[in-house]
């Protein structure tokens, strides 16, 4: 399962992702399902029919597991802008830019520097103003370094740019992004 995502309403959510068998993840309380790789608001649509399927046998409300849709590909960048009004269960929008970059042919995801490559960059744009457009809070790339500074550093600049939360691969991590992000 993945940790928590840095929180986008207040407190800390746990989101897993879509590879996970929907009935064993629902044993752990969580806020919803993150679809790696969403390629539109028909990926949204079918799996908020599975979750509403739980909530059935759990007992859980109607609509009580949310999803957020991870843009992860060229295919699922450009149908972004069909998660608008897809689906009252898409609670955010976020990108994973290393698996984009791999999508696209790049060799690598960000330059020397750590900036992400052109295309990235461009990608992340697009996924924050899909969120806007869903009006949905919009979640940045995971970091993937272990270095603590450049993830505050880049966790500050994405909620400069509007992101309200970014990825987590670990709770050292969401200590960090809670700080910045509040909560």
Do not use: H
């Amino acid at each position: 399962m993945n940790e928590p995502v840095a929180d986008c309403a207040g407190a800390p959510l746990l989101y897993v992702d879509r590879a996970v068998e929907l009935g064993r993840a629902t044993a752990t309380p969580l806020a919803g399902l993150i679809i790696g790789g969403c390629v539109g608001a028909a990926d949204v649509q079918r799996f908020g029919a599975s979750l509403a399927v739980i909530e059935a046998r759990t007992g859980l409300e109607d609509g009580a597991l949310r999803i957020v849709a991870e843009i992860a590909s060229g295919v699922g960048l450009l149908a972004v802008s069909s998660l608008a009004g897809c689906s009252p269960r898409l609670d955010a929008i976020g990108w994973n830019g290393e698996a984009f970059a791999r999508d696209i042919g790049a060799r690598l995801a960000r330059t020397a520097d750590g900036a992400w490559i052109a295309p990235c960059a461009t990608a992340r744009s697009l996924t924050l103003a899909a969120a806007a457009a869903a009006g949905v809070p919009a979640i940045d790339a995971l970091f993937s370094s272990a270095d603590a500074a450049a993830l505050r550093r880049e966790a500050e600049e994405a909620r400069r740019d509007g992101f309200t939360a970014k990825f987590s691969d670990g709770s050292e991590q969401a200590r960090v992004l809670r700080d910045v992000f509040g909560g």
